[in-house]
């Protein structure tokens, strides 16, 4: 996701023909933000998206172009989506007995 960000911003920052200094400049964020940025190493605050889609000239949909969210999926590119973090383990068994009241009672103080 940092990644194609990165690759929007390099393009719009590169078809409006301004330096990574200049843009910095314009949205009032240091220079090397503007680099971590195109090099997909750190994704930007809404704020500064915006700052910098306003700075270029662009709407912030240039910004974001290709990049899609579904409910419990994480960010990603279209056509890649993967469930995050369940790899091959199978669900897990929820139907636990629930604790008996009394013991529950007992256990924190309650008569």
């Known amino acids: 996701m940092k990644l194609r960000f990165g690759r929007n911003l ?3 920052r ?7 200094e200049e843009l ?3 949205a009032s964020i240091h220079r ?8 997909g190493e750190r994704m930007p605050r809404v704020d ?3 700052r910098i889609a306003g700075s270029l000239g ?5 910004l974001i172009a290709g990049l899609e969210w579904r409910p419990g999926y994480e ?6 989506w993967e469930v995050p973090g369940r ?4 669900p897990e068994d929820h139907d636990e007995v629930p604790a008996d009241p009394t013991e529950v009672a007992s256990a924190n103080g309650s008569r």
Do not use: N
């Open 32 to 39: 090397t933000e503007v680099s971590l940025l195109e090099r």
């Open 14 to 20: 590169e078809g409006t023909g301004i330096s990574q």
């Open 24 to 26: 910095s400049f314009r």
């Open 87 to 90: 790899g091959d383990q199978p």
């Open 58 to 62: 662009v709407p912030l949909d240039d």
């Open 75 to 80: 960010i990603v590119v279209p056509g890649a």
């Open 48 to 50: 500064t998206a915006l």
């Open 10 to 12: 390099v393009r719009c």
